[in-house]
């Protein structure tokens, strides 16, 4: 009984759908600029210019340092949040 479904038209109407799945995950994947530490940014929420300290590629977000010389981090900034400045020397 192992492949008695497997041609089925339900079976194939699931495979067809995990497939248009992946596809809309695939889709929705970050296509902007991913920041790197040592990048000077902005935030579309705060004024001010901040340092990238820390970067999540999984969760794609960004800690922020900011460059008043107070030492405050931002934490879990969106990438998409973010404004591109310029980047430090390296």
């Known amino acids: 009984m192992n492949g008695l479904y497997k041609n089925s038209p339900s079976t194939k109407l ?3 759908l995990e497939a248009d799945d992946k596809e809309d995950h695939m889709s ?3 296509s902007g600029t991913v920041p790197k530490r040592g990048d000077r940014v902005g935030m579309a929420e ?3 210019l901040f340092e990238v300290a820390d970067v999540n590629m999984l969760m794609q977000t960004a ?3 900011s460059t008043d010389g107070q030492g405050h981090v931002t934490r879990n900034v969106p990438w998409t949040s973010l404004k591109f400045q310029g980047s430090a020397s390296r």
């Open 63 to 65: 800690n922020l340092k």
């Open 46 to 48: 705060q004024a001010g």
């Open 14 to 16: 699931c495979m067809h």
């Open 28 to 30: 929705a994947e970050y």
